[in-house]
């Protein structure tokens, strides 16, 4: 299994401020996905991060509001850029590894007053 | 589009068997997954089950796959107090191990006394 390590765990910001979230993984891997869980709903993926190349977003995300870095193979950053309250969400990153299983950091959870 | 639905609530007595259950829509899917997600906690990967399978067992969890019906259930048996959590149901369309996962809303178990 795949050791993954977010920071911060949980935060409380303010409307208009920006967070990075770090993801760190203890293996080398290809591809990293970020993932935001809104309150009551289910994971709903904002993009898949690519070492070496721009990050590939899904519908109903951008990447001024979305950066994401990923400058090696074990390390990611999601910015929360210009945060408003509906972005209070847990951000979890993941990983693929062998047989298709996803392992998923413990989640940054994020409050926005 | 892709849609993975589950129903958000289930309560088992202790010592009794939960079943949990949910539909996808995608054809395509390759893997299907259920997830547990504990208070406070990250997603952990529970089982996993191909497509051309139609059951796996693995110690107290029993996957069953209806691929005509696009059904798939998760049988815990024996639920005790730690089962308690939300239970995600999850596909993957393609065959790519890099490909995204799609997420049902969770189902949450309660267990009564």
């Known amino acids: 299994s795949a050791v993954i390590s977010q920071k911060p765990s949980r935060d409380i910001c303010q409307r208009g401020t920006s967070l990075t979230i770090q993801c760190q993984v203890d293996?080398?891997?290809?591809?990293m996905f970020w993932y935001r869980q809104q309150p009551g709903q289910s994971l709903t993926l904002i993009a898949t991060?690519?070492?070496?190349?721009?990050?590939?977003?899904e519908s109903g995300f951008v990447i001024d509001k979305f950066p994401i870095s990923r400058p090696n193979l074990t390390f990611s950053t999601l910015t929360v850029s210009n945060m408003s309250p509906e972005d209070s969400s847990i951000y979890l990153c993941?990983?693929?590894?062998?047989?298709?299983?996803?392992?998923f950091g413990p989640g940054t959870r994020l409050t926005v007053l | 589009g892709e849609d993975v639905e589950q129903s958000l609530f289930l309560s088992v007595r202790e010592g009794d068997s939960s079943v949990i259950n949910c539909t996808y829509t995608?054809?395509?899917?390759?893997?299907l997954y259920w997830y547990k997600q504990e208070p406070g906690a990250g997603l952990q990967l529970l089982t996993y089950?191909?497509?051309?399978?139609d059951m796996k067992q693995d110690q107290r969890l029993t996957v069953l796959l209806n691929k005509k019906d696009k059904h798939l259930s998760l049988r815990i048996a024996d639920t005790q107090t730690g089962d308690s959590a939300i239970y995600f149901c999850a596909e993957t369309p393609q065959v790519d191990r890099d490909d995204k996962i799609i997420f049902g809303k969770g189902t949450r178990l309660h267990i009564l006394p």
């Open positions: 995608d054809s395509s899917s390759t893997y």
């Open positions: 293996s080398q891997v290809t591809m």
């Open positions: 993941s990983v693929p590894r062998a047989d298709n299983e996803q392992f």
């Open positions: 991060a690519n070492q070496g190349s721009e990050a590939t977003y």
């Open positions: 089950i191909f497509s051309n399978m």
